[in-house]
């Protein structure tokens, strides 16, 4: 059995879509990259295509 669980990336600007099993966890929340996880510390989005994150 195949047991796929997605979710949107916890920063809230963001419009990733991550595997809970591969994301960055934080505080509970799940994450697409360090970057969000982080709260976009320097200003950098997460580098995945289509999305404008950066905090
Ligand atoms: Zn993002
Ligand atoms: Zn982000
Ligand atoms: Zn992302």
């Known amino acids: 059995m195949v047991t796929v669980t997605q979710q949107k990336c916890a920063c809230a600007d963001c419009v990733c879509i991550v595997n ?18 982080e709260g976009h510390p320097k200003g950098a989005g997460c580098d995945h295509s289509g999305c404008a994150c950066h905090g």
Request: proline letters at 0%.
């Open 20 to 37: 809970v099993k591969d994301a960055v966890t934080k505080s509970g929340r799940n994450y697409c990259s360090d970057a969000c996880a």
